[in-house]
């Protein structure tokens, strides 16, 4: 998931927008890698996974409205098919004593680094 973590900071602080093609094969590889490692991942792989997650369904969504026909459709398909993910990894969070604020916080501190990385390439 490191690797989908780095590839998603880097979308978030571009200043175009990737092709379709490309976001769609994003979301496969983050399909894949969540299928086989979304049971067993750590504290911090959670953390990872549940950012980049929630970016490509709002991302997912926001194009999904900007777009029309079958993009738009395979676009609020990827958006609900991550939002069962999305979902589980909450819980899991919830579980472990981090409450819907904390998840927030975190995220700002994600989306901070990934300013910060951009600054310095």
Avoid: C, P
Avoid at 5 to 29: G, H, T, V
Avoid at 52 to 72: L, M, P, Y
Avoid at 86 to 103: C, M, W
Wanted: aromatic letters at 12%.
């Amino acid at each position: 998931m490191q690797a989908q973590y780095e590839r998603i900071q880097q979308y978030l602080n571009m200043d175009e927008e990737i092709s379709f093609k490309e976001f769609q094969d994003f979301y496969k590889e983050v399909i894949n890698e969540l299928s086989k490692a979304h049971q067993g991942m750590d504290e911090a792989t959670l953390w990872k996974a549940l950012f980049v997650v929630e970016n490509i369904i709002s991302n997912a969504d926001g194009r999904a409205k900007e777009t029309k026909g079958a993009e738009a459709k395979k676009y609020s398909k990827m958006s609900q098919r991550l939002q069962l993910y999305a979902k589980n990894f909450g819980v899991r969070l919830g579980e472990a004593g981090y409450t819907e604020e904390d998840i927030n916080e975190r995220f700002q501190q994600m989306f901070a680094e990934g300013e910060e990385a951009a600054k310095l390439s």
